[in-house]
Nanobody, 115 residues
Framework: QVQLQESGPGLVKPSQTLFLTCAVS??????????FTWIRQAPGKGLEWVGA???????SYSPSLESRTSISRDTSTNRFTLQLTSVTPEDTAVYYC???????WGQGTQVTVSS
């Protein structure tokens, strides 16, 4: 049973860069059967896909966030990281990491962008 756990700062100042890490256990980042992804949910809004990384390390991003987003991974620790630059209060959300296909998600981590 795969488990995913997000970690990162709860508070980030505007214009700074947000780094979130997802620790994966019970499944490998390099498994060709799966991809790993980030989504977020802002207050009062629906879920928004942020981006994903595949077994080979290939990445894909939401067009609306692509210019500010980077997803990378460390296969030695089985973790993958979301980097979001130039954050604004509109990036305030609960961020979730997950594995697909399927329905495996972390518990989510609240990120607030505020000075």
């Amino acid at each position: 049973q795969v488990q995913l756990q997000e970690s990162g700062p709860g508070l980030v100042k505007p214009s700074q860069t947000l780094f979130l890490t997802c620790a994966v256990s019970g499944g490998s980042l390099t498994s060709s059967d799966y991809f790993f992804t980030w989504i977020r949910q802002a207050p009062g809004k629906g879920l928004e896909w942020v981006g994903a990384i595949g077994a080979s390390g290939t990445t894909s991003y939401s067009p609306s966030l692509e210019s500010r987003t980077s997803i990378s991974r460390d296969t030695s620790t089985n973790r993958f990281t979301l980097q979001l630059t130039s954050v604004t209060p509109e990036d305030t959300a609960v961020y979730y990491c997950g594995r697909g296909p399927g329905n495996s998600w972390g518990q989510g981590t609240q990120v607030t962008v505020s000075s």
